[in-house]
């Protein structure tokens, strides 16, 4: 029994890494789908200006994922050790912050 729980265990991570690699594919394409409709939006002379603006914004996105999503996602406690996740909240915690957000939206 203790052999099979394994497994499971072992198959849910493997499809869990497989799904964010595909996934990460998928929003890369998105990115590069972006940079060419903007550049056909704009003059041939500003195509390369707004390619390189794309890149840019990617590879700060990426970076900033790296350094401040993946330990939200995660909890490594690496660099934001202090930051509560969702997954470490019980129901109450995610109740009142629901709350919250309905009344700065109402305020």
């Given at each position: ?7 499971i265990f072992e198959l849910q991570y493997a499809l869990d890494t497989f799904y964010f ?87």
């Amino acid at each position: 029994m203790e052999s099979n729980l394994n497994h499971i265990f072992e198959l849910q991570y493997a499809l869990d890494t497989f799904y964010f690699l595909i996934c990460g594919a998928l929003v890369m394409w998105m990115a590069a789908g972006f940079s060419m409709l903007e550049a056909g939006l704009v003059r041939a002379k500003n195509t390369t200006e707004i390619l390189t603006k794309n890149v840019s914004l990617f590879a700060v996105a990426c970076t900033m994922y790296l350094i401040c999503g993946y330990d939200i996602m995660y909890g490594g406690g690496l660099f934001l050790s202090g930051i509560t996740t969702v997954a470490e909240m019980d129901d109450a915690a995610v109740a009142g912050v629901i709350v919250a957000i309905t009344r700065k939206k109402t305020n």
